[in-house]
């Protein structure tokens, strides 16, 4: 294999439009921004896949059946990067891949790894070639398989890409990535490759908890502006998630913090250390004004 686990990943930056066809070097690609865990798949010699996560954790004790069929239909040595998808009532579901495997199987979720680019072919890295060849090698590799293995929908066509953003929605696509067709592979965040989400879809910073710390009732979160919201209605699966992500990350009561206005009607949070990066939903309404969504590692 050219390439072993762990390795870093190209991510996005954040962008508030959609670029024109012209607007990246070398043109413009867009593909649908999926709702999932981002994962790389590497293909072994014995026909075993590695799936890690975008931090370097192991996935496929999480997902065996995926990483099982990903090694029945791909060559050796092979490492493609992608997204873990989950799907209820027809529509893109992460909720589901917070659930925990045993869960997932007893209710029959489906699972899939759509694929939007790859890293190495048998023998060789290509991570040094434009993403223009790169697309063309990742097609190359898929051409014989199926789901729930596939390529990300993607274009050059700056209309069709407004079109999926307007109308994919419903089905849980969060938006678009825009990628220069002349970018390499290169670990961590670039302009070169461009997210374009929804506008009701903010990002803040986790910087303290209220409630249990292992089981929080709510979040305190500092969003772009400067503003500090309490974040409640969290679900279980959540609570959980967000109390193995603050373990060890609190200050001693009394101590110094990542926040500032840790008084919330609903009485102190306890800080964070060091602030955590997530995802919102603003909510209209009176009362809630943004609910959690997921934490993030790309910043």
Wanted: with cysteine; proline share 8%; charged share 25%.
């Amino acid at each position: 294999m050219p390439l072993r686990p762990p390795l870093g990943v190209m991510r996005p930056r954040r962008a508030e439009s959609i670029p024109p066809p012209d607007g990246l070097p070398g043109g413009t690609q867009y593909s649908v921004k999926l709702d999932g865990f981002r994962a790389l798949a590497f293909v072994g010699a014995d026909g075993g896949v590695f799936l890690q996560s975008r931090s370097g954790r192991a996935l496929g004790p999480e997902f065996p059946r995926i990483a099982a069929h990903l090694g029945s239909v791909l060559p050796a040595g092979l490492v493609l990067d992608g997204e873990l998808c989950a799907y209820r009532d027809g529509r893109l579901s992460f909720g589901d891949l917070l659930r925990s495997r045993a869960d997932r199987e007893r209710s029959g979720t489906a699972l899939s790894y759509i694929a939007f680019d790859v890293l190495a072919v048998p023998g060789r890295d290509v991570r040094p070639l434009p993403l223009r060849e790169r697309w063309e090698l990742l097609g190359a590799a898929l051409r014989d398989t199926g789901p729930p293995l596939e390529r990300v929908l993607a274009t050059t066509d700056e209309e069709t890409a407004r079109l999926w953003f307007r109308e994919l929605r419903d089905a849980g696509v969060e938006g678009i990535v825009a990628k220069a067709l002349a970018s390499p592979y290169r670990a961590g965040p670039t302009w070169a490759w461009r997210k374009i989400r929804h506008a009701d879809t903010v990002d803040g910073v986790l910087v303290g908890v209220f409630g249990p710390e292992r089981r929080p009732g709510a979040l305190l979160v500092r969003l772009g502006d400067g503003r500090e919201i309490r974040v409640a209605a969290l679900t279980a699966v959540q609570a959980r998630q967000l109390a193995d992500a603050v373990a060890g990350r609190l200050a001693r009561p009394g101590g110094q913090g990542a926040g500032s206005g840790a008084e919330s009607g609903a009485g102190a949070a306890r800080l964070l250390t060091e602030p955590l990066p997530v995802e919102l939903r603003e909510v209209p309404g009176r009362h809630e004004t943004a609910r959690f969504v997921r934490l993030r590692s790309d910043g």
